[in-house]
């Protein structure tokens, strides 16, 4: 007996739509005021690129149905935090307090990094973590 294919996901709306939804998702994660900087900021060398981070990260990716945000949030402070991106790593420790995690679930996967990616990178992330917490906190 063959299994039957899994179903389509049945993610946001193609093109401007997805656009429009990328950005209410990136409002919501990463918060307004970081939003309005990075469309003020734009000019004509980045637009295409922000709107590629809107449609397809926010719009597309994000906006899946397949995971919740706290496990996006986690997934994504467990690859910055590998990969030394600690401006976004920053963002991102923001954004996972908007999703729902507590300060204790990132020391947890920073804590997870350290086993998996080393303990250089989670030495690292553990301090970008800490002053983006602290700066929330003010």
Known sequence: MTPEPAPEPSGPPPGRDRHAAGMAVR?????DAHVDRAVAATDA???????LITR??????WSRPG???????VITLAVLATLHHDEELAMHVRAALR???TPQEISEVLLQ????????AA????????????QEDE
């Not at 409002?27 to 918060?31: D, T």
């Not at 995971?67 to 949030?73: F, G, N, V």
């Open 45 to 51: 060398f980045t637009a295409d690129f922000q709107d």
């Open 56 to 61: 397809y990260a926010w719009g597309e990716i």
């Open 67 to 73: 995971l919740d945000r706290r496990t996006r949030s």
């Open 99 to 101: 999703n729902g995690l």
């Open 27 to 31: 409002r919501q994660v990463l918060g």
């Open 123 to 134: 030495n690292r992330a553990f301090a970008v973590a800490r002053r983006a917490l602290r």
């Open 113 to 120: 990094v350290g086993v998996y990616a080393g303990v250089p």
